[in-house]
């Protein structure tokens, strides 16, 4: 079993920063890709951010250049540096995590960023 912690979800103004975290305990070996979900009110829950085992990253167009995903594995953590945070942006973020084509989610931090 694998379980997700996720921690750094707020509310920021337009323009702000946030920093999500999310670290995975339990059978973590060989995690074969980590990533950020969004889903904001009303809609269907989307792919942010994700990095894969190998180290190369997916952004989705409307967060490339302002967010970065990165990963630790030695503490099998996850991180979504989110910058010039737009209202758009809203949402509930889950971390996600992928281990022998098993899928594991978080369960959410809100991120409200005000115009």
């Known amino acids: 079993q694998v379980q997700l912690v996720e921690s750094g979800g707020g509310l920021v103004q337009a323009g702000g920063s946030l920093r999500l975290s999310c670290a995975a305990s339990?059978?973590?070996?060989?995690?074969?890709?980590m990533g950020w979900y969004r889903q904001a009110s009303g809609k269907q829950r989307e792919l942010v951010a994700g990095?894969?085992?190998?180290?190369?990253?997916y952004y989705q167009n409307s967060v490339k250049g302002r967010f970065t995903i990165s990963r630790d594995n030695a503490k099998s953590t996850v991180y979504l540096q989110m910058n010039s945070l737009k209202p758009d942006d809203t949402g509930v973020y889950f971390c996600?995590?992928?281990?022998?084509?098993?899928?594991?989610w978080g369960q959410g931090t809100q991120v409200t960023v005000s115009s």
């Open positions: 990095i894969p085992e190998s180290g190369s990253t």
């Open positions: 339990g059978s973590v070996f060989n995690i074969n890709f």
């Open positions: 996600n995590v992928v281990l022998y084509g098993k899928h594991y």
